[in-house]
Nanobody, 114 residues
């Protein structure tokens, strides 16, 4: 299993970015995938994830601003991030729990700064 994130970059406060995570290999389903982030000096935290089919979870800090979505045909998960704030600056990772394994991508840097 391989997860490859893309879409990070530098954006001004209030701006938007769309992250993508393409999964390849022996993928059962993307329905359990999620996005995490890790800021410098902080622990990795859950940002958003699918919870069963049709349901989602969002951290309080991103509710109303971020949206997770997926394309099963492409085995790809997205994270639309709007109204970005400097405190959203972090490396963003996608995660796939599958069986006893948890797979991680290499991460994509998001920097929110003027």
């Amino acid at each position: 299993v391989q997860l490859v994130e893309s879409g990070g970059g530098l954006v001004q406060p209030g701006g938007s970015l769309r992250l993508s995570c393409a999964a390849s290999g022996s993928i059962f389903s993307i329905n359990a995938m999620g996005w995490y982030r890790q800021a410098p000096g902080k622990q990795r935290e859950l940002v958003a994830r699918f919870v069963n089919v049709g349901n989602t979870y969002y951290a309080d800090s991103v509710k109303g601003r971020f949206t997770i979505s997926g394309d099963n045909a492409k085995n790809t998960v997205y994270l639309q991030m709007n109204s970005l704030k400097p405190e959203d600056t972090a490396i963003y990772y996608c995660n796939l729990p599958q069986g006893l394994n948890r797979y991680w991508g290499q991460g994509t840097q998001v920097t929110v700064s003027s």
